[in-house]
Every structure is written in C-alpha cells, then in structure tokens.
C-alpha cells in the first residue's frame, strides 16, 4: 500500500484546483469540511468517542446518500440498538444528510483515502462495521479497516460499462482489495457478473437497487414563488433536471418550438452543478430566452419563459411542481444518465436518451411498464414533449405507470440489512 499512497498524494494535488473551485462555487453544507482531512473539532470528537458507532456507512454524493438514509431508517426500525455513523464526500450530500439524519446517527466528511487520514477517522469511529455504497472502492479505507479486524461490505454495489473495462484490466491489483471484503450487494445479475470477472471468490449477492425503496414524503411547493418568475395564471411547466453541458441549449431549443403551440409552456432548468449558473446563462441568451436566475434571489420586473435554478438541495420540490420532467445526462451526447426514481415516485411523466449506461435496469424497468419517454435526436424530444403537453391524460398514465414500476422493485433494503444483521452477529 505504500505505492498507492505515494501515488494518491500526486493524484491529489493534481486534482486539487478542481476540488477548491468546486467548495468555493459548489452549495451546500461546508461546515466541518475539514473533516475530510482528518481535523475533526473537539465537539465532534468527543461526540464520536462517546457514541460508540458501531456501523459506519459512507457514501459519495446526494443520490447514494438518498439510499443510505433509507437503509439507516429501515435497518433503525429492525434493531433499535444500532447506532450507525454516516460520511459524505459531497456538500450537497452533507446537507441532505444533516436535514435528514435519522435518530441515533452521527454525520462526518469521508476522510481521503491516504493512510493516516483515515487511520485517525477510524481511531474516533471505531465501527465494528464499514459499509461503502455503491463502488466506491477505497484500497487505504479498505485495507486499514481490515487490518483492524472491522468487517467491510459493498452495498447497492454496480460496475458501469466504462469502469468494467478498467477494473479488469487492473484486476490483480481489485481483486486484492475486493477480497477483503466480507459481503458485496450488487443491484443486477450483470453487475455480479462483472464482480466475479475480477474474481470468481468475490462473496457476491444479488439484491437489487435501493433506489427503488426510497420514499418521498409530502413535498411543499409553495416557496418556489413562482408566480414571481412565470407570472399568474394557468401554465404547464417543463423540468430540464440535473443536466449537462451542452442540454440546456438542446432542451432550450426543444422549448422554443413547443412555445409556438403551447404559450402557457414554462421551462426550468436545474442544472446537476450549480456553479455553472454563468455559462448556462450565456447558452439562454443566445438562443433568445427571457430567464431569471434563482440564485441571484431577484424579483422579475416582468414574467419571463425560463426559471434558471442555479441552486442546490430544490430539484425534488422542482420535480414536484412540473408537468413534464426531462432528465439530463442522457441527451446532447450523454449517454450516463441520472436516477429517474426520484420523478418516477412522483407520478411525473419523465422523457430521457434512449441510453442510459449507468441507470440500465432502472431505464429497463420502467420501460417494461411504459412508464417512461426514450428519445433519441432533437426531433424525437421535440415530439414527444408536444405529445405531452397537448394530451394532460397521457401524462398522467404515463406518470402513474411510472410510479407503479418502482413499487413492483422494492425489496433491496430488507435484502441487504438482513445481510449486515448476520456479518454484526457472526
């Protein structure tokens, strides 16, 4: 491990501008960020001593973090007794997860992965058991863990196309790592399979994907105001949710000429970063659209055609009040996509790009039950989304199709807890 770690502190600070322009521009919570190399305050470490955590689980960013918090609040339910630490890489992720921490749950930054940052972690922590969600393969975090005699799972575990290939290639170095592992909870039969091509003794279990338990609560719309953005009266609202470079132009596009039909349609665009508010606005300005920016908190002089939510920790109350929701990193060249769970449980009538490499089974699922719109060039998006706007009862089929997809694939939580259960006991 002594290579790896030489070779992480390079890595890091190449990567460093990056992660300081992306704390400074990116929302969320900061508060405690130092955590993440290793300088916890003497209130959180004194709380963590006291707190004998006995399961820690990390996760990256606001979607897996979404899963964890429904893992926590199932597992909470089944032993009362547990007392679970959470981590986060992400700000955003950190404010989800501290609006929504479930009772008996303490929350850190996820130290980097260099050896004496996260032995100091696990000194506070002392977990009896790590829990990484999804493929967030760590060899320092993993390989200290085990040498402390702490059992380690990989939970609502997938391995995407473009990492198969990587992790292959690498597999005598993965399947060291891997092999320290006591359970890996893989979302699909494609996903075990491509585990147990870097091992064939990797302990790999299906049970599908905890996306499909998460639950969404009564959402409250009222503080959008967007009768100060879009102006009084009826109106139909198209959602562009967690896009890309280069789709808000695409959709921007796709908006216009649903407008020469439909004058009541209304656009809003969240894009997955923020921070690129600036440039987004420069896109909208050459294709000609009245807009506001959420972030700049200021008041319309008159109703503008579209709501640039440059903001973080909104889309579920956006996602909430829309009409028709098109999910980005799926159109305009992207290929990866972004979880459709989230509108699907909503009872949105969701248009994505026919190909979605990290989001396959989910994509599959819904298709199955025509609860979803693929479209694969500009003209098909703009189609399908008059299709939408002119037939309300199509969006609605189409929207409840959709969330009785995901009912028919809950399970994966109670699958992966009782497995957790029988590592703390054995």
């Known amino acids: 491990m002594i290579p790896y770690n030489i070779l992480f502190v390079f890595g890091f600070l190449l990567f460093a501008p990056g992660l300081l322009w992306k704390l400074v521009f990116r929302g969320g919570r900061k508060k405690n ?27 990256v960013s606001v979607g897996e973090t979404q899963s964890a918090l429904s893992m926590i609040r199932a597992w909470g339910a089944k032993n009362p007794a547990r ?39 696990l000194r506070l922590i002392r977990p009896r058991l790590l829990v990484i969600f999804e493929t967030e393969i760590w060899p320092s975090m993993i390989c200290e863990s085990a040498s402390k005699g702490i059992q380690i ?26 092999s320290k592992i006591q359970v890996i909870c893989v979302q699909s039969e494609n996903d075990a399979g491509r585990f147990l091509r870097i091992s064939q003794k990797l302990p790999v279990h299906v049970c599908g994907n905890m996306k499909f338990d998460q639950s969404v609560k009564e959402i409250d ?25 280069g789709e808000e132009e695409f959709i921007g ?28 606005a420069a896109k909208l300005k050459k294709l000609g659209l009245s807009f506001s920016r959420r972030s700049e908190g200021k008041k319309t002089d008159s109703p503008v055609d579209c709501l640039l939510a440059d903001t973080t920790g909104e889309l579920m109350k956006f996602i909430a009040a829309s009409d028709i929701v098109i999910m980005g990193k799926s159109l305009a060249g992207h290929k990866e996509g972004h979880n459709l769970i989230e509108p699907a449980l909503l009872g949105k009538p969701i248009i994505t790009g ?16 025509d609860g979803v719109i693929t479209v694969f060039d500009f003209d098909q998006l703009c189609a399908e989304i008059e299709k939408l706007a002119a037939i309300p ?29 029988q590592l703390l006991q054995d």
């Open 354 to 369: 026919g190909v979605l490499t990290n989001f396959r089974f989910i994509l599959q699922a819904l298709i199955e039950e």
């Open 221 to 245: 719309t009222a503080g959008l105001n967007l009768d100060e953005v879009f102006g009084a009266g009826d109106r139909m609202l198209i959602l562009a949710a967690s896009t890309h470079p």
């Open 153 to 178: 799972a990989l939970v609502n575990a997938r391995i995407s196309d473009r990492s198969a290939r990587g992790y292959e290639r690498f597999a005598f170095f993965f399947s060291k790592i891997l």
């Open 33 to 59: 960020f130092a955590e993440r190399f290793g300088f916890f305050s003497k209130e959180k470490r004194d709380a963590l001593k006291n707190f004998g955590g006995d399961v820690w689980i990390h996760s």
């Open 83 to 121: 007392r679970f630490v959470l981590s986060t890489t992400t700000t955003t992720a950190q404010e989800l997860a501290f609006k929504n921490l479930p009772p008996g749950t303490a929350l850190i930054f996820c130290p980097i992965d260099f050896v004496f940052v996260v032995r100091r972690a």
């Open 253 to 280: 596009k796709a908006f216009l000429r649903t407008r020469e039909k439909h004058r009541n349609a209304k656009l809003i665009i969240v894009p997955r970063h923020a921070e690129r508010g600036i440039f987004i």
């Open 393 to 421: 009862d199509l969006r609605d089929k189409i929207g409840e199709n959709a969330r009785r997809a995901v009912k028919k694939h809950r399970g994966a939580v109670e699958k992966t807890v009782n497995l957790m259960e």
